[in-house]
């Protein structure tokens, strides 16, 4: 077994282009599971717990969070809270504070595990990870990131080291139903922003990706309960969702239906105000 | 002096290590029923030592209530039956070599629920059922040969007939079964899925030989059922097997009886040198669980509301070995009864054998599955009858004085007090609107007949050792015998040690099970302070015995000497279109007697409530092909901090009287507390859990 701790960003992405079937460590709160398990069975490792550039958040133009930032962090920081509620709300609603000192926004997003809750929130907001190698970088949408279970579009030799988020998304929700312990992983989440004259509502942890359809969210006229309605109605017929110990497929195609439909009518009252200011 | 569980400084048994020991794995069943055909260790690694069933089998069967389990399973009757034991030098040798091994299966037919079991064309678990000569065999089992069922139990008050030897889908007979006065009949079945214990700490042993004595350092609550069972396996006298018991990471009735520990010990013997066996998490979920039950229910009143007669039907899916399910059985039917006055019961359970991993002790042994149907039917009556759950309960509940259904008559009953301060922890209004809010109210039995035995020697410095089999697992045990010991002989308790028990040094005790210790070593120790103030030693010996137990063909007798007396409420929330239910309030309240330590007691009670919630809300097992679906904690949830916020609890005391024990008792009332809540916003749940899902699917008013 060989275990890598680089320093810098410069020598992760070397060794990962030396060793691309490496698996890569951030806060180890799935990794380290899968291995305990029997699950994984990785010769080698890339662990990126020493590399501080990938812990730098800034919030001077658009929101930039480092891969090894950990969902505490984001949870606490009085600036995210101010300029990107979502972000916080997101990921002040995962697991518990021990999971969450140190889970990372990389490690979540590139575990690409339906069940988590931040993608679908990162989605909605118009998110975008910075994916690096040797090659060079590239900038990814997270909506286009996570292709299905535990498959993501990054390459071999590549690592997320930014994620970024941009300004201005104040209207937002994030609905997460749980069925079991407070502490749990969502059943089905519903990750909603209003910006600009334009809805994004996006369904999580109930199928392989985020499910996202903005044909249907172009419809909506706000406070228009059919429409609403008929939104919900659109997301539950085309989801197909999975059975798990959280719930059943059915019981999650009904709940697609309400959570969509609540998180339309709570940012209902921002979507009125802004067409009232726009005519 | 910190508490040494805060300081980190207990040595549990999964942190002991002896020098020279080898490390056992072992290879478990992937399928629910096979029969073993050849295991094949060409694959494994030098100088691993492989131990298979046939070279086991000439040991014979072991088992604390029915012999039906041999040391390795040739046929294996669930998934996760160890089929062998692999022994390595190292742990990771141990792992690879169990995985490298290949055992090839024929696969039998599998039976899973436990009334399918009883039905025509099941496929037998087990040919036969020998009735185990163990200790905790205690009272007469009556397995059905030719059938599942490896006990059934009855209670037949007076008069009744006796009925079909066994039933999967009973026809009620009215007339026969006493029911002539009732004017309201309600009938209804329910569920209680099969749960885990979750202890923090998985099962751990060491196995070693010395001189052909077998010695076992294990956690365990039954350390003398555990030396005589091993005795007997091994061909050995009880005095050649030592059990020692270090303080446990938790167990919940999940280390009782022989676990791993005969397989350590026939590969500790193999190898003639010490063995540790420790299980991983996944492992535990295969190891032992609580009783999945189907029970029903046949109530009868008068439109007055005074309660007639009640027909309770028990189907107890004890899994692929017995373990001590028909006591389980047996506790489940006259729990299921409930602390009410009638002038007719009849009671059948049975403890019925399935492909699932075996089924055994859980806090709230038995009760917890029969209480959940039995209190959700005096709504279900109340309702009927329109009228106030609490008060329908309050005219019917036992009180001093009255007989209880087998024939006992009741002492120092304190169920109506209960019952109101639970009520009053909801602002229940009497008559009133009581919309989202539930009562309910239980008794429990304690383990009878059983004995405990105590020494006490006075050592230097007038410090003294108390030498007891009472295990400790988190409980508080140690402290509070300490606490009795010094209170007796008038010392301060930093004067008094409890060192662990071990039995080549602290005399008999039945167990620690069932709540009993702290009454039962309560009073032995009392008798043995009187020994030592009068035998002018520096050693006194106590004593005692509690006399009783059940005619298991009509339910007569002494159930328990004396009676856990528990009641629960709860308020409750529900969104109607996502089925949630959020917890406002859960209070239990339960009868103390005289409390011996207040915080533990406390600590005690909230920690039933916590698991109650748990089972409650969420917890299932739930099985594909009898297969454990998801066995660890991220897929299996257990409640959390923010899950516990609403529990309140009240600890009845009252000064001078026996001390009750507080360990299981409000476990069993807070799920019907909670479902009757939920009842009361119109919905009728049966089955437990109760998910978002399962509420929305007992709404009596679909949307």
Redesign the interface.
């Known amino acids: 077994m060989t275990w890598m701790a680089p320093r810098t960003v410069a020598e992760a992405v070397q060794l990962k282009a030396e060793w691309p079937d490496a698996t890569l460590v951030a806060g180890g709160t799935f990794v380290g599971i899968l291995a305990r398990q029997g699950l994984l069975a990785s010769e080698d490792w890339i662990s990126l717990q020493y590399v501080r550039e990938l812990r730098e958040l800034s919030t001077s133009s658009e929101l930039a969070l480092g891969a090894m930032v950990t969902h505490r962090r984001i949870e606490l920081d009085p600036e995210i809270s101010m300029g990107w509620p979502g972000v916080q709300q997101v990921f002040a609603a995962v697991a518990s504070p021990r999971v969450r000192n140190a889970a990372t926004i990389g490690g979540v997003l590139g575990d690409a595990d339906y069940a988590s809750d931040p993608p679908a929130m990162l989605v909605a907001l118009d998110a975008w990870v910075e994916a690096l190698s040797v090659r060079g970088l590239r900038r990814i949408p997270v909506a286009d990131l996570i292709l299905g279970h535990y498959q993501t579009s990054l390459e071999e030799d590549e690592l997320i080291t930014r994620v970024l988020v941009p300004r201005g998304r104040h209207h937002v929700t994030y609905r997460k139903l749980r069925t079991r312990s407070r502490e749990d992983r969502p059943s089905v989440v519903a990750a909603a922003s209003f910006h600009e004259g334009r809805v994004s509502v996006v369904v999580g942890a109930v199928a392989e990706r985020p499910q996202f359809f903005p044909d249907l969210c172009a419809t909506w006229k706000p406070g228009d309960s059919t429409s609403t309605r008929e939104i919900a109605a659109g997301y539950a017929d085309r989801i197909d969702p999975v059975s798990d110990n959280r719930g059943s497929a059915a019981y999650r195609t009904r709940m697609i239906a309400v959570e969509v439909r609540r998180a339309l009518d709570s940012l209902a009252p921002a979507a009125l105000t802004s067409q009232a200011a726009g005519r | 002096m910190t508490d040494p569980r805060i300081r980190a400084s207990i040595r549990y048994p999964n942190d002991l290590t002896v020098p020279g020991m080898w490390h056992v794995r072992l290879v478990r069943s992937p399928y629910a029923a096979a029969r073993v055909t050849h295991i094949d260790t060409s694959l494994l690694p030098e100088g691993v030592v492989v131990l298979t069933p046939s070279e086991v089998e000439p040991l014979g069967r072991y088992g604390c209530q029915i012999s039906d389990q041999y040391v390795l399973a040739g046929v294996a009757r669930h998934v996760g039956d160890p089929v062998a034991a692999v022994a390595a030098a190292d742990e990771a040798t141990a792992r690879e070599a169990a995985n490298l091994l290949e055992a090839g299966y024929e696969r039998l037919p599998a039976v899973l629920d436990e009334r399918d079991a009883l039905r025509a064309g099941a496929p037998l678990v087990h040919d036969t059922h020998a009735v185990s000569d163990s200790d905790a065999a205690y009272f007469g089992l009556r397995p059905l040969e030719g059938t599942n069922v490896c006990h059934r139990f009855r209670i037949r008050t007076a008069g009744l007939p006796q009925g079909e030897p066994y039933t999967a889908d009973p026809e009620p007979d009215d007339h026969a079964e006493g029911f002539d006065a009732a004017e309201v009949i309600v009938d209804e079945t329910f569920h209680m899925p099969a749960v885990q214990h979750v202890a923090m700490e998985p099962h751990a042993c060491i196995a070693n030989w010395r001189d052909g004595k077998l010695e076992v350092t294990t956690g365990t609550q039954t350390p003398f059922n555990m030396r005589q069972d091993l005795a007997r396996l091994f061909g050995l006298s009880d005095t050649d097997v030592r059990i020692v018991c270090p303080p446990m990471g938790g167990s919940f009735g999940a280390k009782t009886f022989v676990r791993t520990e005969a397989i350590a010990a026939a590969v500790a013997r193999r190898l003639d040198r010490p063995v540790r066996l420790a299980l991983d998490r996944?492992e535990e979920f295969v190891t032992l669980t609580r009783h999945a039950a189907t029970v029903r229910i046949r109530l009868g009143a008068t439109r007055g509301g005074r309660f007639v007669a009640k027909r309770v039907w028990c189907w107890v899916n004890t899994g692929a070995y017995a373990d001590c399910g028909p006591g389980v059985a047996m506790k489940m039917g006259y729990a299921g009864v409930g602390p009410y006055r009638f002038d007719h019961v009849a009671v059948d359970s049975y403890c019925i054998y399935t492909n699932l991993p075996p089924a055994g002790a859980f806090r709230g042994y038995g009760a917890a599955q029969s209480v959940w149907a039995s209190e959700r039917v005096t709504d279900l009556m109340a309702a009927e009858l329109g009228v106030d759950p609490v008060d329908l309960r309050r005219q019917n509940l036992l009180v001093d004085g009255d007989v209880f259904c087998t024939g006992e008559t009741m002492h120092d009953v304190h169920f109506e007090e209960l019952l109101d301060d639970a009520a009053r922890a909801v602002d229940w209004q009497p008559g009133g609107d009581n919309r989202g809010k539930g009562v309910a109210v239980m008794l429990k039995g304690m383990q009878t007949p059983s004995k405990a035995e105590v020494g006490l020697r006075r050592v230097d410095d007038g410090r003294f050792e108390v030498l007891s089999g009472t295990t400790e697992m988190g409980q508080g045990s140690a402290k509070a015998i300490a606490q009795l010991a010094a209170d007796l002989l008038g010392v301060d308790v930093d004067q008094v040690e409890v060192p662990p028990p071990d039995t080549d040094r602290v005399p008999y005790d039945t167990r620690t099970t069932s709540s009993r210790s702290t009454h039962m070593m309560g009073r032995a120790l009392e008798a043995a302070v009187e020994d030592l103030k009068n035998s002018g030693s520096d050693y006194g010996h106590g004593r005692i015995a509690n006399e009783g137990g059940l005619d298991v063909d009509t339910g007569q007798g002494i159930a328990s000497s004396h009676w856990h007396q528990g009641a629960a409420a709860a308020a409750v929330e529900v969104d109607d279109?996502?089925g949630?239910l959020t917890l406002r309030s859960v209070h239990a309240a339960s009868y103390a007697g005289r409390v011996v330590n207040r915080a533990a007691a406390e600590l005690q009670q909230e920690g039933s409530i916590i698991m109650a919630i748990?089972t409650t809300?969420?917890e299932e097992l739930?099985f594909d092909q009898g297969q454990v679906?998801?066995p660890?904690l991220?897929?299996?949830?257990?409640?959390?901090a923010?899950?516990c916020a609403a529990v309140s609890q009240t600890i009845l005391e009252v000064g001078g009287a026996e001390v009750h024990g507080l360990g299981e008792t409000a476990l069993p009332p807070v799920p019907p507390a909670i479902g009757n809540a939920l009842a009361s916003l119109g919905y009728r749940p049966t089955e437990l859990p109760l998910?978002?899902?399962r509420v929305?699917d007992c709404a009596e008013d679909p949307p």
Not at chain 2, 634 to 640: A, F, G, V
Request: proline share 8%; charged share 20%.
């Open positions: 996944d279109e996502t949630a748990g809300l969420f739930t679906v998801g660890n991220s897929d299996y949830n257990i409640p959390s923010l899950d998910t978002p899902e929305l």
